[in-house]
Nanobody, 115 residues
Framework: QVQLVESGGDLVQPGGSLRLSCAASGSIFAIYVMGWYRQAPGKQRELVANIISDGRTNYLDSVKGRFTISRDNAKNTVSLQMNSLKPEDTAVYFC?????????WGQGTQVTVSS
């Protein structure tokens, strides 16, 4: 089993910044992909960004240039730096990791962008 614990969600004003962090623990041999999804009320969960073990990244088009994903393979952590936040970024953000062929989810952290 793998556990993912997120932190960093908060209420922030439009244009502000937040940094989300996720730490993986448990039966980890190698994490292939780590990333962040989000789900807003009434909407489907969507991929925000992910990072492969070799450093390749993928981003949702609407966050390109504003969000940056990074990971520390030695510590099994992944972070999401979010700048220039917009009200439409409001959602519960979930950490996701793929270990072997199994995907794991964190419990989610709320990000609210509002004045």
């Amino acid at each position: 089993q793998v556990q993912l614990v997120e932190s960093g969600g908060d209420l922030v004003q439009p244009g502000g910044s937040l940094r989300l962090s996720c730490a993986a623990s448990g039966s980890i041999f190698a994490i292939y992909v780590m990333g962040w999804y989000r789900q807003a009320p009434g909407k489907q969960r969507e991929l925000v960004a992910n990072i492969i073990s070799d450093g390749r990244t993928n981003y949702l088009d609407s966050v390109k240039g504003r969000f940056t994903i990074s990971r520390d393979n030695a510590k099994n952590t992944v972070s999401l730096q979010m700048n220039s936040l917009k009200p439409e970024d409001t959602a519960v953000y979930f950490c996701h990791a793929v270990v072997g062929s199994v995907g794991y989810w964190g419990q989610g952290t709320q990000v609210t962008v509002s004045s």
